[in-house]
């Protein structure tokens, strides 16, 4: 069964302080790994789209890297408007249905 | 990119009442998606909505409880009946490219059953 954990569940950082967040899979036949960003109220926001191991993709202060079993996405320098939860989500060869994590509730201190 | 309008916003709700919520979207899609969103925790699939078929539904979702409509390319509502307070949650409807390599969602619906 295809199945998606985020670690850690919530991070606090500081201004500034770099760190990454990850996202472990189990999926018959990648079709996609997919990050999006959650603010409060609102739908999930497109980020990324990884298709194979070692692929990386960059977005301003966010990069995304992927390998067989999991993909980090790391934040550099983070700003308070980085506050957000991101979810991270994957597809498999079985058909149209994306499985999502629990994300991973993101705060930034200035 | 789609640009995707959900309505309502949110909406407080007797048990054992429905509510329709709808979805627009700007442009013509195959598949619209609906998920549910509980409190705390992450998105689950609901059902796949094509035009001109009927929704096909994930395990734990049945059409009596969420009847979906998908009139047009553009537009589809997802119907939550005989509300009861388990059913409170934020729905969220969604489209992809078509690559389906980008998905698109609307602000979701936060619906509180009392």
């Known amino acids: 069964e295809d199945q998606v954990t985020q670690s850690p569940e919530a991070l606090r950082l500081q201004e500034g302080e770099s760190s990454s967040l990850n996202c472990s899979y189990t999926?018959?036949?990648?079709?996609?790994l997919f990050w999006y960003r959650q603010d409060p109220g609102k739908g999930p926001e497109f980020l990324f789209t990884?298709?194979?191991a070692g692929e990386e993709k960059e977005k301003e202060r966010l990069k995304a890297t992927l390998t067989k079993k999991e993909s980090f996405l790391h934040i550099t320098a983070p700003k308070p408007e980085d506050s957000a939860t991101y979810l991270c989500?994957?597809?498999?060869?079985?058909?149209?249905?994306?499985?999502f994590g629990a994300g991973t509730r993101l705060f930034v201190k200035a | 990119s789609a640009v995707i309008s959900q309505k309502p916003s949110r909406d407080i709700c007797q048990r054992g009442t429905s509510l329709t919520i709808q979805c627009q979207v700007d442009?013509?899609?195959?598949?619209m998606f609906w998920y549910r969103q509980q409190p705390g925790q992450s998105l689950t699939l609901i059902a796949t909505?094509?035009?001109?078929?009927?929704?096909?539904?994930e395990s734990g979702f049945v059409i009596d409880k969420f009847p979906i409509s998908r009139p047009n390319l553009t537009f589809s509502t997802l119907t939550v009946s005989n509300m009861s307070p388990e059913d409170s949650s934020i729905y969220l409807c969604?489209?992809?490219?078509?690559?389906?390599?980008?998905?698109?969602f609307g602000q979701g619906t936060r619906l509180t059953v009392v």
């Open positions: 969604s489209v992809e490219d078509n690559g389906g390599t980008e998905a698109f």
């Open positions: 999926v018959s036949g990648l079709r996609g």
């Open positions: 990884l298709y194979s």
């Open positions: 989500a994957v597809r498999g060869a079985g058909g149209f249905k994306t499985i």
């Open positions: 442009s013509q899609v195959t598949m």
């Open positions: 909505a094509n035009q001109g078929s009927e929704a096909t539904y």
